[in-house]
Structure formats: C-alpha cells, structure tokens
C-alpha cells in the first residue's frame, strides 16, 4: 500500500509538472529577462530627436587584445520591477579572463487591463506592449512627445 501511494504521488508530481504553467494574465506574459535589439524614437515634437537607434553598440569588437561586447538587457519581475541595464563583457583574450558589468537602472511597473505604466523615481509614463512567442515590442511615451519603441528577445 505504501508503494502504491508513493508511486501515485510522484505520478501526480510528474502530470502537474508536465502541464506547464499558462499566462491567463498579461503582467504574467511579460515577466523574465530580455535582450534588446533596437531601441527608436518617432513622433517626437522636435523632429531633430526621432531616432533609427542606428548609433546604438550591440555586438562585440576587438580591442588590442580584449574583447568587448555590449548589449543592453531589461527585465520585468514577479515583484514588478522593470530593470534596464547596459551590459559589458571585456574578455582577456590572451589569458582568457573575463569581467562582466551591468549598470541597472531600476524601476517599477504594473498593468492596469490592456494599460502598462512604467516608473522611475516616482515619474510614471504610459506603455504598451506585444508579446509574441520570444519577441517583445515595447512602446513607452516620452516626455518630450517621443514614442520609444524598444524590441526584445526573451533570454
């Protein structure tokens, strides 16, 4: 009998584990960690700062004997922390040594229906957001009348 119960208990561990866990709700969409491929600014009042993001260093180059790669990741919590950060890996090539650094820019959000609010320091701005498979398409509104649109790829 008590192999029984045993077998049936890791049985049921297995079946609810298998299922997987389905995000009925949007905050829970989004949670998890992205790796940023561009970041735009359109619309924006003064016509000299929309940007294409075509300046932006993503990838690695080679330094003297160091490579450097540079990337920018964000992520959104459970806790309902939005982290922007600007990553750095410099590698020692010639003795293969590495240091990673992360300047994190931390901030709230939350979801109110189809509205998402991003804050830093107490200065909330109106968002939205797709989510398709891996990919992530963040708008946030800019004070300045800018519409930033940051496109991810979940890690």
């Known amino acids: 009998m008590l192999k029984f119960r045993l077998i ?7 079946l609810v584990s298998a299922c997987g866990f389905k995000a ?9 960690r992205y790796e940023v491929q561009s970041i735009t600014l ?15 260093q993503f990838g690695c180059e080679v330094e003297d004997r160091y490579r450097v790669c540079q990337s920018i ?5 459970n806790d309902r922390e939005y982290i922007f950060s600007r990553n750095r890996t410099v590698i020692d090539m010639s003795i293969g040594t590495s240091l990673y650094e992360e300047d994190p820019l931390i901030g709230f959000y939350w979801i109110d229906g189809t509205n998402l609010s991003i804050c830093f320091d107490g200065d909330c701005r109106p968002a939205s957001f ?22 991810a790829v979940r890690k």
């Open 42 to 56: 359109s619309g924006c009042t003064d016509p000299a700062e929309n940007d294409d993001g075509s300046d932006l």
């Open 24 to 32: 009925n709700n949007p905050e829970h969409a989004i949670v998890g």
């Open 73 to 77: 990741s964000l992520e959104f919590t």
């Open 8 to 14: 049936s208990a890791l049985t049921l561990t297995a």
């Open 130 to 151: 797709t989510h398709e498979g891996k990919i992530l398409k963040l708008e946030i509104q800019q004070p300045n009348g800018c519409l930033e649109t940051i496109m």
